[in-house]
């Protein structure tokens, strides 16, 4: 068979000697979670697998969509040892738990379904054949473990949906010199057009690099290395910035001595004050709600070209972002974003964890930090949402301690990445932010147009959550609203959308521009995201189906959505 998601997973951070690993797996679930001790590492597995895709998708040749509790994975690869080299093995993301052993000898544990993790296996392999096992073990029912929109019951229901088990993303094995470069940040400085990296190296020697647009150099610089981190500023000839619709991406050619990597950044950078701004100029944010989901991969696209076309479907309807949303996206989408010029805000998966517990950090700072370190160079990423709505049971919602877990998911976000704005909480728990972000399904355009005129002339928020939150003066961002719905006499029952399915087309656009054109008008808005860019499962609230077709003009859509806002000009 051919090898399913072929691409390098990570252009970010691109090395020429490396093994994809997707393709046919033995598969067997363990729902004992007694795998190991049964002898599971020294007999054939039962099933088999296509990876990168859960066996809850219909991609990866299982389909089961019940609970698994744990499930194990097993393929053999060859490597030929040199001892100049490092092998690593690389897991793009697995779902929850994640124990891995080379050869019947475990190399290490991950914890956490969303983020990339990699192990140094050279002293564990042997030349030629040699023997991979993984076991996932993932619990979405419980509560110390964040799950998105993964439904904690049998069925999908309300706005959760199918669950994804183990692995998600592109296994591969990479070769390295002894010495290489293990970490790289990228700060762009678009008022001195000028870039400054800075690595974390294992080894000394010489450290160079060279930046590139369009094929012709426009900057160079070296260093010595006597120490193991290492910064170098690399002045541009040429200024290209990245904007909207224009991604304009400089190419890295980084070396340390036979370690090379390939990289690109983008020339731009984000700021607010009473607006949003790009590279200086205010821009409304005109974002869509994009959760992730493809109805035969579930959290993974089948090929390439569905990434591209997502971003492709929400230009086309006028948007200019997305909110990523209860979901960490593949670092191959955000190449896309940056090129084709689409800001996004990225988002953790909070849905599942029990924020009124402090234990929940356990789970939840060292995989955000993880998310944080990996898609810290993208610049389509213009801001951070540690949490999206942190409901928890009736008992615990008031507790003291949610507000000191949200206090830590903003500082812990700061603290890594202080170049783009943080929203702790998306739409109903506040503690500190640095925007304020509501979520407002009011379907009757009446009252929305004078809630947000309200917010224009008099500068008062309408906010429904107002008894456990302050606004204290920051930028608004509607970052949910709409969510309208068709009426369609052959829907099921279990389809539904926010308020009243609209009956005509003509009243669905009536309400999407009344919506839409109340919140442009207001110059004390920043931006809004509508939900959603396409149906999934039941929810059926998307201007595009699941299947990615559009359920209206969307065209007509486009001309709403692209008329000047408000506060752009300023």
Not at 68 to 81: C, D, I, L, Q
Not at 368 to 395: K, M, Q, Y
Not at 545 to 566: F, G, M
């Amino acid at each position: 068979m051919n090898t399913p998601r072929p691409e390098y997973p990570n252009p970010q951070f691109e090395r020429a000697n490396w093994v994809n690993l997707n393709g046919e797996w033995e598969f067997e679930i363990d729902n004992t979670k007694t795998g190991v001790e049964r002898g599971i590492l020294e007999r054939p597995l039962s099933s088999k697998i296509v990876v990168p895709f859960c066996p809850e998708s219909s991609l990866s040749g299982i389909g089961n969509t019940d609970f698994m509790n744990s499930v194990f994975y097993r393929r053999t690869f060859t490597a030929e040892k040199k001892s100049c080299e490092r092998i690593f093995l690389h897991v793009g993301a697995c779902d929850f738990e994640t124990t891995v052993w080379v050869n019947k000898k475990m190399v290490g544990k991950h914890v956490g379904g969303y983020s990339h993790f990699s192990f140094d296996i050279t002293q564990y392999v042997n030349d030629g054949e040699n023997v991979l096992d993984i076991r996932a073990v993932d619990d979405t029912a419980s509560m110390l473990q964040p799950s998105g929109k993964q439904s904690t019951g049998y069925f999908s229901r309300g706005c959760n949906y199918t669950r994804t088990t183990g692995i998600w993303q592109t296994v591969w094995l990479e070769f390295t010199p002894v010495e290489y470069i293990k970490e790289m940040k990228i700060y762009p400085d678009v008022d001195d057009c000028s870039v400054t990296l800075s690595f974390e190296l294992c080894g000394k020697g010489k450290l160079s690099a060279v930046a590139k647009y369009e094929g012709a150099v426009v900057g160079a610089a070296e260093i010595l290395c006597a120490d193991y981190n290492a910064m170098l500023k690399i002045d541009l000839s040429e200024a290209h910035l990245w904007e909207l619709g224009a991604g304009r991406l400089y190419d890295l050619e980084i070396s340390f001595g036979d370690d090379k990597v390939k990289s690109y950044f983008g020339l731009r950078k984000v700021s607010l004050d009473n607006a949003f701004r790009l590279n200086g100029k205010s821009v409304f944010q005109r974002t869509v709600l994009d959760q992730g989901f493809y109805p035969d991969g579930i959290y993974t696209a089948p090929d390439e070209a569905a990434l591209v076309r997502d971003i492709e479907l929400s230009m086309a309807a006028g948007f200019n972002g997305a909110r990523l949303h209860q979901k960490v996206f593949e670092p191959r989408f955000l190449y896309h974003c940056d090129r084709l010029g689409y800001m996004v805000w990225g988002e953790y998966p909070n849905w599942g964890l029990g924020h009124a517990d402090a234990m929940c950090l356990t789970t939840f700072v060292p995989e955000w930090i993880e998310v944080l370190r990996r898609d810290f160079n993208h610049p389509s990423i213009i801001g951070w949402c540690p949490f999206n709505e942190t409901w928890n049971l009736a008992s615990q919602r008031y507790a003291i301690q949610i507000n000191e877990v949200l206090l830590i998911a903003y500082e812990v976000t700061k603290a890594f990445d202080s170049t783009r704005p943080c929203i702790d909480t998306s739409g109903n728990y506040h503690v500190k932010t640095d925007i304020y972000d509501i979520h407002d399904y009011e379907q009757n355009v009446e009252i929305y147009r004078e809630r947000y005129k309200k917010l224009n002339d008099e500068g008062e928020l309408y906010d429904k959550f107002h008894e456990r939150q302050h606004w204290l003066g920051q930028p608004v961002f509607v970052s949910e609203y709409g969510g309208i719905g068709l009426h369609i006499p052959e829907k099921t029952d279990e389809a539904w959308c926010y308020g009243n399915a609209a009956k005509t087309y003509e009243e669905f656009y009536e309400r999407y521009a009344g919506l839409t054109d109340a919140m442009l008008d207001c110059k004390n808005l920043i931006g809004f995201c509508y939900t959603q860019l396409y149906d999934i499962e039941q929810e059926q609230n998307g201007i595009y189906t699941y299947e990615r077709e559009p359920k209206v003009d969307i065209a007509r859509l486009r001309a709403i959505n692209s008329r000047r806002a408000a506060i752009e000009e300023e």
